[in-house]
């Protein structure tokens, strides 16, 4: 992470970062993951979450606190209540609109 952020301040274009994370869930509801991995497993790599542990970085260094994430958790549960009753009372779109937006338009730069 520092050598891309010396490289982007150096202007020296992007830096791809490939960041290898655990998926602490499982697939899908109908997926019994703890048939191909262990109880055990799973709440080791729980300990792991790098979005506690970015929190917990925040506050250690007094630029973040509960009080703010509390707010924030709040903000985002009404955002999310908002999207999901706006996805619930919007129409099914139409068959033919199935692959809109899906590939470009050949002036667009498409194939």
Known sequence: MKEARRRAIAGEGPTLIEAMMYRLSPHSTSDNDLAYRTKEEVEENWKKDGVPRMKNYLIDCGIWDEARDADLASQLAMEMKEAT?????????????????VYADSEEGGR
């Not at 009753?85 to 937006?101: F, G, Q, R, V």
């Open 85 to 101: 009753e706006y996805a619930d009372n919007a129409p099914y779109p139409k068959p033919e609109d199935t692959l809109t937006h």
